[in-house]
């Protein structure tokens, strides 16, 4: 129903108000008695097979919803009945802002794809904040966190002190994101020493409060093997959880959709099918290098059971889709935990 009558629909629409749109018809649907326990009875597979104990969290499935999709916190309980495991709210930062001039959010049919170039729009971590304090706390929330546009790399791990401290109380672990291409100079923080410096920190802040949660770091797909060798010796420096491999790309290789089109579309990050074999190399190289200790949680062109199967046996402990979400349909999460419990079989 998704793929013949529902996504051709929203497709008619740019990316950004088809977002809006599936938000605001979710949230009146919802409130329709019954709604929830028909949807959750449709999309979610309830099995022992598929918990999984990570960072000291007990999932109930691998599956989660990557940052991105729910900004602000506000359907995190209905996204929840789709069968997600878990769902990753942010990026947020500590002033609510704009971002980046639309349009900015594009779609590849062609290649199963969206470029984005977001910025970090979002209310701000005060106004999420004031509807996770409604959470239920069955379903598990990370907290994805960011710096403001307007302040100073030097001045970064300042944005990053004031989310942490705010959402502290409501959420179950911690992204630090340094790797999205849409903010300007925010990549540099993922240069040894800046990136080291910052996740001390933040880590010292979470030690400090006595029962410190997760605290992960994102990385991009564009990092060189020198650079992940990096990230290797300062995940372990700083004792981080573990790591998100990997955020949207810069690259534009091997694309289907017509050059013309997609050097019209411009800057962003390319996430979906045309991500997936790279995140796979970086998610296994990781994995190789850190071993169980550190866990790593993939994400990168994650359409069908098979893909997600792909990113498990290269070593990642839990796996989260988005652009796959939005071009499979809520039907993905399921397919995906059918197929982990065939592949146990």
Do not use: W
């Amino acid at each position: 129903m998704y793929k013949s009558i529902i996504k051709p629909i929203l497709f008619r629409f740019q990316p950004e108000t088809a977002h809006n749109l599936v938000f605001s018809s979710l949230k009146i649907l919802f409130k329709i008695p019954l709604v929830k326990t028909l949807v959750r009875s449709v999309f979610q597979v309830k099995d022992l097979r598929l918990e999984k104990t990570v960072f000291g969290i007990k999932f109930p499935n691998a599956v989660g919803l990557a940052a991105g999709f729910d900004k602000d916190a506000k359907l995190f309980h209905e996204l929840g009945c789709f069968g997600f495991g878990f769902v990753e709210i942010g990026t947020l930062t500590p002033v609510g802002q704009p971002g980046n001039p639309q349009p900015r959010s594009f779609r590849l049919p062609e290649d199963d794809a969206l470029i984005n170039r977001m910025g970090f729009n979002n209310e701000g971590v005060d106004s999420a904040v004031s509807r996770l304090k409604n959470r239920n706390k069955q379903l598990i929330i990370g907290g994805n966190i960011g710096k403001n546009k307007v302040t100073p790399n030097e001045e970064a791990v300042n944005d990053y002190e004031k989310c942490f401290t705010k959402l502290y109380p409501y959420v179950d672990y911690f992204v630090v994101n340094v790797s999205s291409p849409n903010t300007p100079g925010l990549r540099e923080l993922q240069d040894k020493e800046p990136l080291k410096n910052l996740l001390l920190k933040v880590q010292e802040m979470n030690q400090a409060t006595g029962s410190p949660k997760p605290l992960l770091l994102k990385i991009a797909p564009d990092l060189t093997n020198s650079q992940l060798d990096d990230i290797i010796a300062i995940t372990k420096e700083v004792k981080l959880s573990g790591l998100i491999a990997t955020n949207t790309t810069i690259s534009r290789e091997g694309l289907k959709a017509d050059k013309a089109k997609v050097e019209m579309i411009g800057a962003g990050g390319l996430s979906g099918k045309p991500v997936r074999k790279r995140s796979t190399e970086v998610v296994k190289y990781l994995c190789e290098k850190l071993g169980d200790q550190y866990p790593v949680i993939a994400v990168g062109g994650i359409h069908s059971a098979e893909d997600a199967i792909e990113k498990l046996n290269a070593g990642a402990a839990l796996v989260q889709v988005y652009t796959g979400f939005i071009y499979e349909g809520p039907g993905l999460v399921k397919k995906i935990n059918k197929g982990i419990l065939n592949s146990l079989k």
